[in-house]
């Protein structure tokens, strides 16, 4: 792979994409004042450059931009049958930016969308008002880091510095009405130093054996890293869950896997996790079709998945037997009614 700052591309987020509602917002002053040499371009609306088309994906996410926008229509959405609910009955996602500056070879977010570009709506209160407003309804499961990875951007935006008081506030007006997930790969360990836990903000750590970051979670976090910054997270007082999702197909798998959890052991107590997830790699068929287009040479994108009802998976015997693998294994450290595993629907 060629260096981020050799010849070949510009550093990222050397320009920023400014839509003209957006320019008026305190928050986008606040971002630029954080990017000083960036050149900024008055754009309409993000779609003009987000949505062109014949983009390149994978050189424009060598060399990313940023767009600053503001959000209309839906700000949230119901959870997809691909995802976790964690038993939790209203569960809702949504997308206070799009892309993500890190690099995962397998990222649905690289079948999602046309451009490599990040996106960051900076109308986050919009977001919280429609929350509000659903939450007069009914309770809410909210996954607040889906189509991004917000903590791998806080220094930019500080957005889950304010979600963690959006819940506070919102727990305070309805005890118990609102739940978010903060799904990430970094580890920010000042950050989970600097913020004050609530019960109502779950950190939910991905983690993943060394050899698969190393082979194709490009720019993230070692593994140890993470570990550290979940133990950070929790002896701050946040509930921690971890991620062993997705779990990828390497030819020594069993020991990758097991070692991780070895590492695992030596930095956490698992009793103290609120839960844990566990799932082998899946995604739509449409995502993986262009993402197979953006990357011929990625050995975990070109896998021969099996195909169920359009969704891509490894073949149901070696799925199961993964699967299966890790819960046993997770089932020795912490009680089974706290192991979620991804169900085929
Ligand atoms: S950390 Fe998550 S959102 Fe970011 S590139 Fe990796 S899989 Fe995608």
Redesign the pocket.
């Known amino acids: 792979m060629k260096s981020l700052n050799g010849n070949f591309y510009n550093p990222p987020f050397s320009h920023i994409y400014v839509e003209q509602e957006a320019l008026a917002h305190n928050r986008t002053g606040e971002i630029l004042a954080r990017f000083p040499h960036a050149k900024v371009v008055v754009i309409d609306h993000y779609k003009d450059v987000f949505c062109r088309s014949r983009q390149d994906y994978t050189a424009q996410h060598m060399a990313q931009n940023m767009i600053l926008a503001v959000k209309h229509g839906s700000l949230l959405y119901e959870g997809a049958p691909v995802c976790q609910s964690f038993g939790n009955e209203y569960f809702y996602y949504t997308s206070c930016a799009m892309n993500?500056v890190?690099?995962?070879e397998?990222?649905y977010?690289k079948g999602m969308y046309p451009s490599g570009n990040l996106v960051v709506f900076v109308n986050l209160e919009d977001i919280f008002a429609e929350i509000e407003e659903t939450l007069k309804r009914h309770p809410m499961y909210l996954c607040v880091s889906y189509d991004?990875?917000l903590l791998a951007i806080e220094h930019m935006t500080g957005y889950a510095s304010r979600w963690i008081e959006f819940v506070r506030q919102q727990n305070e007006r309805r005890p118990g009405s609102l739940k978010i997930e903060l799904r990430t790969?970094c580890a920010g360990r000042e950050f989970w130093k600097n913020v004050q836990p609530h019960p109502g903000v779950i950190c939910a750590f991905t983690l993943s054996p060394q050899a698969v970051i190393d082979a194709c979670?490009h720019r993230?976090p070692s593994l140890e890293q993470r570990i550290l910054g979940a133990a950070e997270a929790m002896r701050a007082g946040f509930p921690v869950r971890l991620c062993f999702d997705p779990m990828l197909y390497c030819r020594d798998w069993r020991k990758q896997y097991e070692d991780m959890l070895a590492q695992v052991d030596a930095r956490i107590d698992m009793e103290q996790l609120v839960d844990v997830s566990v799932g082998t790699f899946r995604v739509s068929q449409d995502y993986l079709k262009k993402m197979r287009k953006n990357e011929p040479y990625s050995a975990v994108v070109q896998f021969p998945y099996q195909n169920d009802g359009g969704v891509y998976h490894y073949p149901t015997e070696l799925m199961e037997e993964m699967e299966q693998f890790m819960v046993e294994r997770l089932a020795e450290r912490i009680g089974r009614e706290k192991i979620f595993q991804w169900q085929e629907t």
């Open positions: 993500c890190y690099d995962c397998y990222c977010l991004t990875d790969k979670e993230t």
